[in-house]
């Protein structure tokens, strides 16, 4: 396993972009998948994104051109832009991490940062 900080989180507007960015440890990363989840207040937690060791993402169909994920091997960190953001956005949010050979399962998870987005 891994160990994940997300940090980038805060209040926007309707319209306006956050980027989120997830620091993880370890000299694997570059080998590991990595995803977003997000949970709002009374719902389950939902995929978000993914982005595989090969850096081939995926999306959910609610963000898909709206936001982009990347990372920087180099850096240890992802990151998720977040534009044209709606308040049907606001959660908090996850960073996770994986060993390719399980994805689409993830088994290292960041203790989240709160995206809030007012109408």
């Known amino acids: 396993q891994v160990q994940l900080v997300e940090s980038g989180g805060g209040l926007v507007q309707a319209g306006g972009s956050l980027r989120l960015s997830c620091k993880a440890s370890?000299?694997?990363?570059?080998?590991?998948?990595m995803g977003w989840f997000r949970q709002a207040p009374g719902k389950e937690r939902e995929f978000v994104a993914a982005?595989?060791?090969?850096?081939?993402?995926t999306y959910a169909d609610s963000v898909k051109g709206r936001f982009t994920f990347s990372r920087d091997n180099a850096k240890n960190t992802v990151y998720l832009q977040m534009n044209s953001l709606k308040p049907e956005d606001t959660a908090v949010y996850y960073c996770?991490?994986?060993?390719?050979?399980?994805?689409?399962?993830?088994?290292?998870w960041g203790q989240g940062t709160q995206v809030t987005v007012s109408s």
């Open positions: 996770a991490a994986g060993p390719a050979r399980n994805y689409p399962d993830f088994n290292s």
């Open positions: 370890g000299r694997i990363f570059s080998t590991y998948d």
């Open positions: 982005i595989r060791w090969s850096g081939v993402s």
